[in-house]
């Protein structure tokens, strides 16, 4: 059993095999994304009911809250990915932490914008300096920080180890972010969902919710699969597997 | 040799460079009195105003002028050969880029802490504040110098790698900077200060562990191509 699991998880690590069985999974998961994220909005802005102190404004929160988580988890990952590429000298595992910096930049900026939208209303200013507010920002940072090294290294192997490093740095923030509103007094509100309390909402906000949280995971993987495809592509250019793709997609098959 | 003679031979050298290139070190200081300086002509010439910037502004110069000199932390190393030799030798890497973090404090942060009171005092802060903030400041760039170190050696085989260095080490800043001004605007408000000294010298002991560990992996990259 474990045997045939480090096999199949061994098989992943080739790009050749990645690409392809990607791309069934990048186009299932996007349209599972799609039509979730779709019903996730659509019940959860025209149908949830009004918060009794926010009233409408609140709505935000189903694009607000997945993609700050989503903005934390891939940096999470990119710091995993890029100690098993270290540590395993595993090259795929690069490949996709790289491409997952711009989803995650996406991610954090979208959670950076609807915040001050939100906060416009509710607290009456686009931005404050507060704890929650500030590690965001540092996070969004930590991204171009990222992407910049990739872009600043002349071989793409040395930019991968390069930026692996500073991901495993740049980790210290993730507690900063996730305690910050605990552990200073902030003007943002305490995390709603926990694991280890049953979440205080309604069942017709909390359903709607949920689907836009697994939308948005669903969503963000099916374009990592998507832009990892591209950068195996370029980055294996010259191996003959690629060529002979390249030449498919050139007749136009 | 020995592991304490080749330390010792290692830390002679660098203060032996480092005095031998006065001009650079002299810069990062001569950056702080300016940043400093232009605090009070771009914002307000109003001293009460100023004394509530003052740790902030002196703080932020610091952090400025420290990563300004970050770049030549193992630049000329990198360029003359000498860094390979060094990650070649029978000494333990770590212990090596400890040294030349410390050498780096003594030559920017501990002048940059001593200059700390002549500018505090134009910016109007109050004496009893002083002490604090030189242990903050003292505290600080060090863990400053250490933090910077990864970002020198991620981007030593760089050929314009001042400006990236800035981008990719400026958000490891920002929770030294925030608690070692945190400790002494407390301080001047009346407020119990020491628990952000505490977190600044987890900070400072955290990155003391940790930070040399992750340089020498950079610098194993850089030298590796």
Redesign the interface.
Known sequence: MWQAFVRWFHKWSSPKWFYTMSQPWSFWLGWAATLIIAAALVWGLMFAPVERLQGNSYRIIFIHVPSAFLSQAIYAAIAVLGLVGLVWKMKLAFFVAKQCIPVGASMALLALVTGAIWGKPTWGTWWEWDARLTSMLVLLLLYFGLWALHNAMERPESGDRAAAILALVGVVNLPIIKFSVEWWNTLHQPATLKFTEAPPMHPSMLIPFLMAIVGFYLASMAWVLMRTRLEILQRERKSRWVEDELNRFAEGQ | MTFLPLLRSVFRREMQLAYRRRSDLANPLLFFLIVVVLFPLGVTPDMTKLADMAPGVLWVGALLANLLSLDLLFRSDYEDGSLEQMLLASLPPTSLVLCKVWVHWLVTGLPLTIMAPLLSIMLGLPGSALPLLMLTLALGTLSLSL?GS??AA??V??QK?GL?LT??I???F??VIIFGTGAVQAQVAGLPWQAHLAMLAAMTTGSLAL?PL?TV??LR??V??
Do not use: F
């Open positions: 933090i990864i970002g991620l981007t085989g760089l790698g990236l981008l990719l400026m958000p490891l920002v929770p930070s992750l992996a950079a990259i850089a590796g191509d």
